[in-house]
């Protein structure tokens, strides 16, 4: 599946930086407003150590994890909403996202400037979601124009997105995001229609210096309490370090973790943070060829699962073989699982579980 989050902010935050130092992509990064102009997108993979058991058992020739597709969007300010700055911009580009990541500066640097004159992260945050609140706004606004005549007419669909509408603009006029309505299941699915951009999970990426990777300040501690009153997650790392580390072979990598008391780069935590926030989970293929992570939702039955590899896959499916990874170290190889009994046929109503290793039957 193609998972896609976008990193956000105001100017000057550290956008760009940790973007570069996710994708290596090489954005342009500099101390003033809109260095990004157009949205830049890299490939993260998601960080899985389960993959290196798979591949201590099982000989292949290559090994591809799962991914999340990050999108830089240009720095959004005050007004963004009414056409300020690169609003328009920014705000078509979030839309088409799954996530936002929004990035926070917890940090202190008189020789980095910001755009607000000093560093305050709720201030900064409040900014954010104001324009995104306004521009969610005049997006129901239009809705509700598009479907009143339809719905005053009968159309049993048409009244169903302006009644959404209807409350959509009553909840946002109050300042509130679209994620925080109650709604009903058919409700729902209009919503999504309607691509509410407030209606999107949100991460909260403090972007702290050295110091607060240790311990967190006040900046940091600020944006946990907002996080946890609004059901946000929190991830905080340091992205010059991120930067930094992006550019270390694996052998360098380690030693500067290592001097950093850091078991993995906060890049790591990221990208498993962003797989979390999207409700997503993992299974796997392993075989001579590939070992693979396959990007499914919570909750997907075996031919769901199937029919990420392929449409067929779904449309054929007749059973799966399963095992988990702890049968896989205790009895080392598949013939080893299938003697003890270990290696599971499911049927079509099988919930697929977070690391499973699969292999799909079909008809074609």
């Not at 490939?43 to 058991?53: A, E």
């Not at 969007?73 to 705000?91: D, M, P, T, Y």
């Not at 479907?147 to 946002?172: F, M, N, T």
């Not at 607060?212 to 992205?239: K, M, P």
């Amino acid at each position: 599946m193609a998972l896609q989050a976008g990193i956000v902010g105001l100017p000057n935050v550290g956008k760009s930086t940790l973007f570069n130092a996710l994708t290596a992509a090489g954005a342009e990064s500099a101390n003033y407003p809109f260095c990004t102009i157009e949205p830049n997108v890299g490939v993260v993979p998601v960080p899985d150590p389960r993959l290196q058991v798979l591949q201590d058992h099982i000989h292949t020739q290559k090994v591809i994890p799962a991914s999340v597709e990050i999108v830089d969007i240009a720095g959004l300010v005050r007004g963004a909403s009414k056409g300020e700055g690169l609003g328009n911009q920014f705000l078509g580009h979030i839309r088409s996202t799954d996530a936002i990541l929004q990035v926070v500066r917890c940090f202190d640097d008189d020789d980095i400037t910001h755009v607000d004159g000093s560093v305050d992260p709720m201030r900064d945050i409040e900014t954010i979601e104001t324009e995104l609140v306004f521009a969610d706004l005049e997006s129901a606004e239009k809705r509700q124009q598009r479907y009143a005549r339809a719905a005053k007419g009968g159309d049993k669909e048409a009244k169903i997105h302006l009644a959404v509408a209807e409350k959509l603009i009553a909840h946002l006029g109050e300042g509130k995001p679209a994620r925080a309505l109650e709604l009903e299941d058919d409700e729902r699915i209009s919503m999504r229609e309607a691509q509410m951009i407030t209606a999107k999970p949100i991460l909260y990426i403090c972007n702290v210096d050295e110091a607060g990777l240790t311990e967190d300040n006040a900046h940091v501690q600020a944006v946990r309490a907002h996080a946890h009153a609004v059901g946000a997650g929190v991830v905080t790392l340091c992205a010059a370090i991120e930067a930094e580390i992006a550019e270390l072979d694996d052998e360098d990598k380690q030693a500067f973790l290592d001097d950093l008391g850091a078991e993995e780069p906060g890049l790591a935590k990221l990208a498993q943070a962003t797989y979390a926030l999207l409700g997503m989970q993992t299974y796997f293929t392993a075989g001579e060829k590939e070992i693979r992570a396959w990007t499914i939702r919570q909750g997907w039955t075996a031919p769901q699962a199937a029919g990420v590899i392929h449409s067929d896959f779904e449309r054929g499916f007749i059973r799966a073989e399963v095992y988990t990874l702890d049968d896989l170290r205790e009895f080392k190889t598949e013939a080893g699982m299938k003697a003890a009994g270990k290696l599971r046929l499911e049927g079509k109503e099988y919930v697929v579980k977070d690391g499973d290793v699969m292999h799909f039957r079909f008809n074609v």
